[in-house]
């Protein structure tokens, strides 16, 4: 078939980095409306030369103009697995391609148009012309012969096209045809050839894997009833649509909820909570409140169907009940957490997007139980706790060996003490991380230590490094870590005040020590991000850190790179009286991971005490963005900010954004924006 990327598809569609693909299929209703008749992946799968690249057949039809009438076109496409084409119908086709792949030259009397949805290809033609094609570029192929190369990530990664190909006439030049020429192609069509030919039946198809794809969905629009054949994958949606608790509503068929998939945010919100119960006034507050927020982010950031549904059932019936009692009118909230300026016991974030990638959404949320600051929970820390557990019953890699230990060594038992010692103060000390990735949900747990009689503010350093080698006693990454801070003269000034773990098994977990800096000029940032210079070849990555934070801050370029930041006029810190170092400075963070010599360190830029106001924020970001050809997700992002700020204007000032945070990865800058609600915000309550 082709050279490269040999023995790279060994489990079929999809190819390995890249997520499976959600096929819709609409029909018509007896009321002549629309709804989906059917969701699944594809009907015909199969992985070609030496398990180089897997295909994945979407629809194909025999004729033009297609009988829609009595599921007859999707019946053939189920039956029949196509050709390369059918000469006078329609073949679609998902291609993904292992990584350097290089097909050899064919030609094809079709008209195609070819989409790249994943990565970066080379088309080269017969002529010797060549073309780079990147994420979202489109090619019309009119019958000439070409060749492919997957060039993404620099050869190194997957990549994925999607094919429309259709019959077209006889192709004539200079008064000569040009015929098909596939070549050793011809034998991984064969096969196909077969079983669409007028007397063919239909080959077995591979099984799909994974879920579904950012980017990568694909729907067909059909012209029959619903039967209620179809299933949505893994959620069992289209039961959903049709009855509640087993029995169709109001004994008629349901609402066509899913008519409501169509737009992006409103309908994910409306089909998730049109069938999710009312509980009591503090949950329906919150779900009403942070619900659009979470369909917002999932929507935008391109989260499939059964992602984004997942996930908003899992933060109404998981994180919601966690949120703590409503504020109550001209009160106050019960438990004010440290993860916000107002109290809010809930931040999202935005990880943005590579130039081949989708953001990922993430959220950190102080769980608040019943009996937060009484002598039964002075410390707010029993809700985390059963949280987790609950949580371990059904993941299995969920792992708390290390929430154990750092429990244990960060804190005392004696909660009658502490209730006499935390009265008046603001005394969050866990909380736990969601994060939303292809491979499934990640989950973190946040520890900022107080033991009895220490209670003003974080512990010095001799108690973090003690408590870290206590999980990771052989620690070279942190014993590097303390050598910094006691000898660098940044280093020194660095106040350790929060400690981070992946709840997972400890081979493989992380640790990260966050640390706060008075100090804001770039200087410092270098010397930080270097750790003293000992960390070498991210210039470029300080130089792109550099102009991301003129543009965020609207700085002018020739801002002294030795000269501090100015402060935001006006701002209020009042909040966080005893925890300056949650506003002021710069803060970063140590990952310290087994086996390294050094730590890979990420920079927090608080946009919320040194930005101008949102608007501003949201604009350097996504210039910056766009400018490194990564602006692809920065209208939807906007969109997520403005729905945020149903209480206020984005210009009228900061809060919404609270930070952005960088770090140097695979020659690029990772970044992530984190959000406020800002639910107890004076505006939005009224006061």
Same mark, same amino acid.
């Given at each position: 078939?082709?050279?490269? $990327? ?136 009119? $019958? ?13 990664? @997957? ?289 900022? !230590? ?52 992946? @709840? ?94 050094? !730590? ?61 945070? @960088? @770090? ?24």
């Amino acid at each position: 078939m082709a050279t490269g $990327a040999i023995d790279t598809i060994t489990k079929g569609y999809p190819a390995p980095g890249l997520r499976n693909t959600e096929r819709f299929i609409t029909a018509h209703g007896a009321d002549g409306k629309g709804y989906f008749q059917t969701s699944d992946h594809g009907d015909h799968h199969r992985v070609m030369g030496e398990k180089q690249a897997v295909m994945n057949i979407l629809y194909s039809t025999q004729d033009t103009p297609v009988d829609l009438n009595d599921d007859v076109d999707i019946k053939f496409a189920k039956e029949n697995e196509p050709g390369l084409n059918i000469p006078n119908g329609s073949v679609v086709r998902m291609m993904d391609f292992g990584p350097g792949l290089e097909s050899i030259p064919h030609g094809v009397i079709t008209i195609d148009y070819g989409v790249v949805l994943e990565g970066e290809f080379r088309l080269t033609l017969d002529s010797g012309e060549s073309r780079i094609l990147r994420r979202g570029d489109v090619l019309v192929q009119r $019958a000439t012969s070409h060749k492919w190369e997957n060039i993404s990530g620099g050869g190194t990664e @997957c990549g994925r096209m999607l094919f429309v190909l259709l019959g077209c006439k006889d192709v004539v030049v200079g008064g000569k045809k040009i015929d098909a020429d596939l070549g050793a192609l011809e034998k991984e069509y064969a096969r196909e050839e077969k079983a669409v030919g007028v007397n063919g039946g239909s080959e077995k198809s591979l099984q799909p894997n994974g879920h579904s794809a950012v980017n990568g969905d694909s729907a067909v629009n059909g012209d029959s009833a619903p039967n209620g054949a179809g299933k949505t994958s893994g959620v069992g949606f289209e039961e959903t649509s049709r009855a509640v608790n087993g029995n169709t509503a109001n004994g008629n068929a349901a609402p066509n909820i899913a008519n409501s998939l169509s737009t992006k945010t409103t309908s994910l919100w409306t089909m998730t909570s049109r069938w999710l119960p009312s509980r009591s006034a503090d949950l329906d507050y919150w779900w009403q409140l942070t619900g659009p927020h979470m369909a917002s982010l999932f929507s935008e950031a391109g989260y499939s169907l059964h992602e984004s549904y997942e996930a908003m059932v899992f933060y109404y019936h998981v994180i919601v009940p966690r949120l703590g009692p409503r504020l109550p009118p001209g009160g106050t909230p019960k438990w004010k957490s440290l993860l916000t300026v107002d109290g809010t016991p809930i931040e999202y974030s935005w990880k943005w997007n590579t130039k081949d990638g989708a953001p990922d959404v993430r959220y950190t949320m102080e769980p608040i139980g019943p009996f937060a600051g009484t002598i039964l929970d002075p410390l707010n820390q029993e809700s985390t706790k059963e949280l987790l557990y609950q949580l371990g019953q059904v993941m299995p890699s969920l792992d708390l060996k290390w929430f154990r230990h750092f429990a244990d060594v960060f804190f005392s038992p004696d909660k009658e003490a502490y209730a006499t010692q935390t009265e008046g103060q603001l005394v969050s000390t866990m909380s736990l991380a969601f994060e939303f990735l292809k491979q499934g949900l990640s989950v973190k747990a946040y520890f900022g !230590p107080k033991k009895i009689g220490q209670m003003n503010g974080p512990p010095p350093m001799d108690v973090w490094a003690g408590a870290i080698k206590g999980a990771a006693p052989e620690s070279a990454t942190m014993d590097g870590v303390v050598r910094f801070c006691r000898t660098d003269p940044e280093g020194a000034l660095l106040q350790p005040f929060m400690l981070a773990i992946d @709840c997972v098994e400890p081979t493989k977990s992380r640790l990260k020590l966050y640390v706060q800096t008075p100090h804001t000029s770039f200087d410092s940032v270098r010397r930080i991000m270097t750790m003293g210079g000992q960390i070498r070849g991210v210039d470029r990555g300080l130089a792109e850190l550099e102009e991301l934070i003129q543009l965020v801050l609207d700085l002018p370029p020739d801002f002294p790179s030795g000269s501090p930041l100015p402060a935001t006029q006006g701002y209020s810190v009042n909040h966080f009286e005893e925890d300056q170092h949650l506003v002021e400075g710069y803060m970063y963070y140590f990952d310290i991971a087994p086996g390294s010599p050094l !730590p890979d360190i990420k920079f927090y830029l608080p946009t919320r005490r040194y930005g101008k106001d949102d608007r501003s924020i949201a604009r350097g970001l996504t210039k910056w963005m766009e400018d490194r050809g990564r602006g692809r997700f920065k209208e939807g992002y906007m969109r997520v900010l403005e729905g945020l700020a149903g209480h206020r204007t984005l210009e009228e000032r900061v809060g919404l954004q609270t930070y952005v945070s @960088c @770090c140097f990865q695979k020659g690029t800058l990772s970044m992530t924006t984190y959000m406020s609600p800002e639910v107890f915000d004076p505006q939005r309550v009224g006061k």
